[in-house]
């Protein structure tokens, strides 16, 4: 019910097929070795948490280096295709 109220569109993969979540497990990988490695549990408010992955979202999105973009940043590697 709450995927229709947000006007969203829920997984239709398979059940148990673990390759329909690589990506964003991946991604989760990254944000937990990248932003919060040294963070203790409950050590910092949950603002705390919501600016970090604000921030680590940026951060990713824009500027981090990633190879399957040939070693380039997602803002560098969209200049060249465009």
């Known amino acids: 019910q709450l995927v229709k109220e947000?006007?969203?569109i829920s997984s239709m993969s398979r059940?148990?097929?673990c390759w329909d979540n690589a990506v964003i497990e991946?991604?989760?990988s990254a944000i937990k070795s990248e932003?919060?490695?040294y963070v203790k549990y409950n050590s910092i408010s949950i603002q705390e948490v919501r600016s970090?992955?604000?921030q680590y979202m940026k951060h990713y999105n824009e500027e981090r280096i990633q190879e399957k973009l040939g070693y380039q940043s997602p803002i560098e590697y969209k200049g060249m295709v465009a």
């Open 35 to 37: 932003e919060f490695q």
């Open 26 to 28: 991946s991604f989760h």
């Open 6 to 8: 947000k006007d969203l």
């Open 52 to 54: 970090r992955v604000d």
């Open 15 to 17: 059940r148990g097929n």
